[in-house]
């Protein structure tokens, strides 16, 4: 029995293209390859030379071991970290004061779209959770105290930070939220009861942007974000989530049971942390559009290569109308969506609130990221599912942009909400 099945896979490899051929595409050359980065309007000669920099660092230190990490389900998180600190890639927008470049959003951009360039969706998405999604509230609204206490050393590359938004019975609903950080009797301490659900890199984080109901009231009115160190009494991993993709990215689900932390560790004004993380998301949002762009057109240039070398009926499989036209929708689609951000951008840099536009995008982006993956993979046909090719890990892990930061619907209630179009 056991022969037979080896047998049939053997044979089904064999009259397939070369493992080596297959694995060779990942590293092909881009589609857009005749437009420079400095040719697009919001990069400039600054930023091609950080994306320069950041890449080699991902082909020296972060790819080579991607296959590993995946395989292993973690990846070194703190070594990562502080390699990309050392190279100055976790702070660009921050003040100089706590280690920062004290450059615009648009080189934060620059960099996740280079991290793009990480061939697993886990470890980037890390990286990002880490410098664009637990600190910008904190390096917007955080007192200099605690500013020097989390946001330097994780600009440094020193600690490594979490998030914690999500609980088991609130996602979408963030206003929801169950978990506690209620004024210690006598004391000027905060003591923390609930949990977090989804935690990204929550087994290993130092410390954790938490956002918590300081008070009772209006649900919009009474959480706070406070920092929260890990190794705090009564912090514990209560399990790791297993997942369909990210592997290399751990996900936790945490509990806290009579945790205590000086109140002075909220984050900006006592009341407001709605409000901030609504405004920390729209980074976060625009980031993850970012880091898409690069993985979506390398599985696109891969396909093609291997469409163009794989034959079936007498003639190679790109060479059918069907799908070259569709490889050439999906391209065209992509590069609307890179226009897209790179305007979005240009007006947060001038000052605009994007709420709407970057929920646009958001939900454009996880749409379209799962017709590429999916159209991708069925191109590939039977070498699509295994665990041999890109497009499999790509269709695996960006399926997630579809729910994480927003679900699509939530994407498209805060649309709605904005254009007046809402049932009153
Ligand atoms: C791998 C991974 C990593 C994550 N990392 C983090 C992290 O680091 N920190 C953190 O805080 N969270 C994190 N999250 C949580 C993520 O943000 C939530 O999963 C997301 O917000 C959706 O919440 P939910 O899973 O509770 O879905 P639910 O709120 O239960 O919603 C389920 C589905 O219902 C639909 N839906 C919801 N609302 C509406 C509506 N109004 N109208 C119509 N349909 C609706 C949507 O299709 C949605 O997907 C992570 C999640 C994953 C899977």
Not at 97 to 109: F, R, T
Not at 148 to 170: M, T
Not at 268 to 290: C, D, I, P
Request: aromatic share 8%.
């Amino acid at each position: 029995m056991a022969t037979t099945a080896t047998n049939r896979t053997l044979a089904f490899l064999t009259s397939s293209p070369s493992l080596s051929f297959i694995r060779s595409l990942s590293a092909t050359p881009l589609l857009r390859s005749n437009v420079k980065i400095s040719d697009e309007a919001i990069f400039t000669s600054e930023h091609v030379e950080m994306r320069g920099a950041l890449n080699k660092l991902i082909e020296k230190e972060i790819n080579p071991y991607v296959d590993e990490w995946e395989a292993a389900r973690s990846f070194p998180v703190h070594s990562v970290i502080k390699k990309l600190g050392e190279g100055g890639f976790l702070g660009p927008t921050r003040d100089p004061e706590y280690g920062g470049l004290g450059l615009d959003y648009s080189y934060s951009i620059a960099i996740a779209e280079e991290l793009g360039s990480i061939t697993c969706g886990g470890v980037p998405m890390a990286i990002g959770v880490h410098s664009d999604m637990a600190t910008p509230a904190l390096a917007r609204f955080g007192s200099d105290e605690l500013k020097k206490e989390f946001l330097a050393p994780s600009i440094a590359g020193d600690v490594v930070a979490c998030l914690g938004v999500s609980e088991v019975g609130s996602g979408s609903d963030v206003a929801s939220i169950k978990t506690t950080a209620l004024p210690k009797k006598g004391s000027d301490d905060l003591v923390i009861n609930g949990g977090k659900m989804w935690t990204t890199t929550g087994t290993k984080a130092d410390w954790m942007c938490l956002l918590a109901n300081t008070r009772e009231g209006d649900p919009h009115r009474n959480k706070s974000l406070i920092c929260l160190p890990m190794n705090t009494p009564g912090v514990s991993v209560a399990k790791e989530i297993k997942k369909i993709g990210n592997y290399s990215s751990d996900t936790a689900q945490i509990y806290f049971d009579n945790v205590v932390v000086p109140r002075k560790n909220i984050i900006g004004e006592e009341g407001q942390g709605f409000t901030y993380q609504m405004l920390q998301f729209q980074e976060e949002r625009m980031w993850a559009v970012a880091s898409i762009l690069l993985p979506m057109e390398r599985i696109m240039q891969a396909t093609v290569e291997y469409c163009r070398e794989r034959k079936a009926f007498g003639k190679s499989i790109l060479d059918n109308q069907v799908v070259h036209y569709r490889l050439a929708e999906l391209e065209t689609e992509l590069e609307s969506i890179r226009s897209f951000l790179y305007r979005l951008v240009g007006l947060y840099v001038a000052g605009h609130d994007v709420t709407k536009l970057a929920s646009m995008a958001k939900l454009k982006a996880g749409r379209l990221t799962r017709e590429i993956t999916d159209s991708c993979l069925q191109y590939w046909g039977g070498m699509g599912y295994t665990d041999e090719v890109p497009v499999s890990r790509a269709w695996r892990d960006t399926r997630l942009l579809s729910i994480g930061a927003g679900a699509d619907e939530v994407m498209l209630s805060i649309i709605c909400k904005l254009s007046g179009t809402l049932p009153k």
